[in-house]
């Protein structure tokens, strides 16, 4: 079993999910063990995927669960929550308002794009964060620690990274993505531009991102430039120094990433 799991660090392990009833999915959860219990990163999208990564963490490890943390609210990160408790489960503390006012929501925009996964989905109990912070928090395992860090909106607005100092991972969530363009249906691009920066400013290792082939430094700093052009991009549309069509062809990522790039940049600055 240990052979589907990576260890990309002493005790902190990478677990890749290609898919999902046959799409591509490939997620990345992350499991790091300490002396007096083992920490999930991320909880997968319903809880029979749930049920899987349970199982597959019992053939890796046999210490107590002691913590699971949503890297942010997004429904392939959280909507397995509830088959983690009575773990403690960590968040910032928009994540957990998140999940609990806009499960629903999710829940039936992706049952709309893929009516196969409707009676999966619909066994989900949405179960928010309960540990919640809004700048930084510490997770003790014993003989190490987690470093918990909100370093502002970027991918949605309460993604968070999170550290394993002593082995030098660093998890991304979905502030960066590997092997396909990031995602920008909830985002916030001049705010992520900075966020990005920051991310880099973390890393010391190996990065593990919410999808994607795990990176390291020279990855973040490339993902962190791309965000950093498009949110320059989004600004001089809306300002009318080009068009919509010519930031499109410019963009670091594909046409429709682009574009919804550019829809978010607008809403961003209506909303001041």
Do not use: K
């Amino acid at each position: 079993m240990r052979d589907i799991w990576h260890e990309v660090g002493d005790r902190v392990f990478v677990r890749r999910y290609h898919t999902w009833h046959d799409e591509p999915f490939d997620q990345n959860i992350g499991v790091v063990i300490g002396g007096d219990g083992v920490a999930v990163i991320d909880t997968r999208a319903s809880h029979r995927l749930a049920d899987e990564l349970n199982a597959e963490l019992r053939e890796l490890t046999r210490l107590p669960l002691a913590a699971v943390v949503n890297t942010h609210h997004h429904w392939d990160h959280s909507f397995g929550n509830a088959c983690f408790l009575p773990a403690p489960i960590w968040g910032h503390v928009r994540c957990a308002e998140r999940v609990r006012d806009d499960g629903e929501r999710m829940r039936r925009r992706v049952v709309s794009q893929e009516p196969a996964v409707a009676e999966e989905l619909q066994e989900v109990v949405f179960t928010p964060p309960d540990m919640t912070f809004s700048d930084q928090a510490t997770i003790d395992l014993g003989d190490r620690q987690l470093e918990l860090h909100f370093l502002g909106r970027g991918h949605t607005d309460n993604d968070i990274v999170v550290g394993v100092p002593d082995a030098g991972i660093l998890f991304a969530g979905d502030l960066l993505e590997n092997d396909a363009p990031p995602s920008y249906g909830d985002a916030y691009p001049a705010a992520w531009s900075v966020t990005a920066a920051r991310v880099v400013a973390q890393v010391s290792g190996a990065v593990v991102p919410g999808h994607g082939s795990i990176g390291d430094a020279e990855f973040a700093e490339r993902q962190a430039l791309e965000i950093g052009e498009m949110a320059e991009l989004g600004r001089a549309v809306i300002v009318g120094e080009i068009r919509e069509a010519e930031a499109v062809a410019r963009a670091p990522f594909p046409a429709p990433t682009a574009r919804t790039a550019i829809a978010r940049s607008r809403r961003e600055r209506a909303a001041g």
